[in-house]
């Protein structure tokens, strides 16, 4: 009554599995290397899946699968972001949605020495990069690039930070621009940091006129031109934060559309 | 060969199922099942770092917590648990994520037909026929969630009706004049795992 059927991986490409299925067999394999990624696993002579997703394949050697999750599985240069949660002797104690807490080196800032340790207070928001990430171990992260130079690393001021699925973050960060960034550019100007962990930081510049227009009047004491300028930035970071949130299940025409209507309603 | 149930189903035919997966924003993973009028919202949390103090920190540990439609939490919730986290276990990956604690909360929305107090204080069996559904439910919201697991898992109930034959999933009122019923987990192709209820 049980009949292994040849499995072979064309038959499972590209389509949704769930775990348990088996999409490959490796007795009919001989003298390959096959490259495993995210969701699959090794059972005895056959590779099975682990997670449900997509099996996705890329020439030549490499299978995984691609899915969309509110928890982060950390993995080596990724950057994401954290939100410091303790900070000990040697380390901070940074949480980046994943299964166990990572740790920031002290000293691993730019021109980082003992003698000038940043300070973070509980619950800042830094845009760090993942160093090591071994299973059964806190995951180590670094506010430097591969290179040791600080390169937007570090402390993100101000601004709004929302959480969104880990797929969500993959398309935000996709090449060419994603619909809804490119969308919003057009009309906005804002600064966006994505982590690959789900979340997702918004702040709004200032253009510079409206800028030396804000320190004119600050200094002049004018309450209600001050009050103008202030009111343009909070509901335009709700804009963009409402449209990215939104733009997660749609197509890229849909994106298009959704942000078009949506800066109507502003004006 | 024909049995008469009450609702007009034969022998081996299931009640209508349907199942939605995300419908809580804050859980991690969730997932709500239901088979006829019986309805198990399950929600999903973590992995999350820690676990409990009488628990391996090699291995991850999966509580379960079952919230009644309505009453006290008591012997009965207890077992329910107990029985879930023994199959969680056997279906999820216990070499991944070490030091880690999963919480699978499932909610009894709907229980099939009226349940007066005499009944439940008589008929100590008369939720059986949740827990296939909880089962199922508690499956789904973990492939929701992307816990690493090794299959699936699917439950289902059957009794002997008073004519003798076997029927499956099985209403409330059948479920109170039958002498056995069992429930069935279905993981892999090779194995069966079932629980068998006397009254």
């Known amino acids: 009554m049980e009949t292994k059927a040849s499995v072979s991986p064309a038959t499972f490409l590209d389509k949704i599995v769930v775990p348990g299925d088996v999409v490959l067999d490796l007795s009919s394999l001989t003298n390959q290397t096959i490259k495993l990624g995210g969701g699959l696993r090794q059972d005895c002579d056959s590779i099975s899946v682990m997670k449900a997703g997509k099996l996705k394949f890329s020439k030549p050697n490499k299978y995984w699968v691609e899915s969309s999750h509110k928890r982060y599985v950390p993995s080596v240069e990724d950057t994401v972001l954290g939100i410091v949660v303790d900070s000990k002797a040697d380390n901070f104690l940074v949480d980046i949605k994943g299964p166990a807490i990572a740790f920031l080196p002290v000293l691993a800032f730019e021109g980082g020495t003992r003698r000038n340790i940043p300070k973070f207070e509980v619950g800042s928001l830094l845009y760090v990069r993942v160093v090591k990430a071994n299973p059964g171990m806190n995951p180590e992260l670094s506010c430097t690039d591969a290179s040791g130079k600080a390169a937007e690393f570090g402390l993100l001021k101000d601004g709004y930070m929302f959480e969104t699925s880990t797929g969500q973050s993959r398309m935000l960060l996709s090449s060419p621009t994603c619909p809804v960034l490119e969308a919003l550019g057009k009309q906005l100007s804002f600064e966006i940091a994505v982590g690959l962990n789900g979340r997702v930081w918004v702040c709004f510049l200032m253009p510079f006129l409206e ?3 804000y320190w004119v009047v600050l200094f002049s004491s004018c309450s209600v031109t001050c009050s103008m300028v202030n009111a343009a930035s909070p509901s335009m970071v709700v804009v963009v934060s409402n449209a990215i949130m939104n733009s997660e299940y749609l197509s890229g025409v849909q994106q298009q559309i959704m942000v078009e209507k949506l800066l109507q309603r502003i004006k | 060969m024909e049995t008469d149930r009450a609702d007009g189903r034969t022998a081996n035919q299931l009640r209508p199922l349907s199942c939605s997966r995300n419908t809580l924003h804050r859980a991690h993973g969730s997932a709500s099942w239901s088979q006829g009028d019986t309805k198990v919202l399950a929600a999903v949390y973590g992995p999350k770092a820690g676990t409990k103090k009488n628990e391996n920190p090699e291995k991850p540990c999966f509580e379960v917590i079952w919230k009644p439609k309505s009453g006290q939490i008591g012997k009965l ?10 199959t969680v276990q056997s279906i999820c990956i216990l070499t991944v994520n070490q030091n880690t604690t ?13 349940v007066s107090f005499d009944d439940y204080v008589f008929h100590y069996s008369v939720f059986i026929r949740l827990l296939p559904c909880a089962i199922n439910a508690a499956c789904a919201a973990l492939v929701d969630a992307g816990i690493p697991m090794k299959h699936l898992a699917v439950a289902i109930c059957c009794c002997l009706a008073e004519s003798g034959y076997v029927i499956l999933d099985p209403t409330k009122l059948e479920e109170q004049v039958t002498l056995i019923s069992s429930q069935y987990l279905f993981t892999d192709l090779s194995e069966v795992t079932g629980i068998i209820w006397l009254e």
Do not use: C, F, P
């Open chain 1, 211 to 213: 800028l030396i227009a």
């Open chain 2, 77 to 86: 919730e207890k077992e329910y648990e107990m029985i879930l986290k023994r």
């Open chain 2, 102 to 114: 999963t919480s699978i909360i499932i909610q009894v929305v709907h229980d099939d037909g009226a």
